[in-house]
């Protein structure tokens, strides 16, 4: 059996949004290969640095967009491209990810052992093996008004805290509000359930979307501390950081139209002035701190 596992007649297969990552495509899908996973279907957003050649190498399908489709468009292209299987788990990445031995398996594991669970996502390690917080809650409004202000100045306040489940047992396995995109397997029949991601969001928040409107939807939502993933972050953001900072706030935007409802619709007029200030502050520390401060890229 494979490191990816099959239970009945479920499987896995792998799509990964790609944009000019060569350099990081190959160690992503060597250790998709590795982890046993033999559909993988890479959607190119409009690469011009030779990854098709890396994808041909490595057996993967390539599906060519033409265009910078976004994160979630060119994800849902994907899940297309593999058919509607309702047995079928989709593992959706990034291309500078890495999954660790035994990672697939342990995702596997616990949407089998967890049939409420429409999306799993995995433990993601920076580089340097610290934590990267990928799994976090839905903030409340003073929350996402005190994350928002402070997270770029004062990132360990108490609002941000809250909101990245920094004071959080990130060592057992739990159900959260929502987990990164970077790197998740969802079930398939969950995926359908809800249309995938919203092609409204062209980077950034489709994955708080997609987790919010599961939950709506009946669904949950499961964070696996077994599943260890490696994340360089921002490979193909990094390359036009001022319009995917814009594309940032923008998406923040709208979800914040998206989720707020009853009396919370009244202070949208002061989310949005504040999104427009934060994002003047994150260009100006962009510009100021190109790799982020003592080379760290701020994180969202």
Sequence with gaps: MSDAGHHGAHHVAAVVVNYKSRRHL?????????????????????????????????GATWCPTGANLGYGRAANRGADVLGRDGGLHLLICNPDIEVAPGAVAALVEALERDPALGVVGPRLHNPDGSLYPSARTFPNLLDAVGHGALGLIAPRNRFTRRYRLLDWDHSEPARVDWVSGACFLARRSAWDAVGGFDPAFFMYMEDVDLCWRLGRAGWAVGYEPAAVVVHTQGVSADQHPYRMLAAHHRSMWLFARRSSAGPRRLALPVVGVGLVARLA?????????????RGRRPLA
Excluded: I, K, Q, T
């Design 281 to 293: 502050v994150a260009s100006a520390r962009r510009f100021a701190f190109p790799a982020g401060p």
């Design 26 to 58: 190959e160690g992503c899908l060597a250790s998709l290969a590795a982890a046993g996973v033999a559909r993988v279907v890479v959607v190119d957003n409009g690469s011009d640095d030779g990854s098709d050649a890396v994808a041909a190498a490595a």
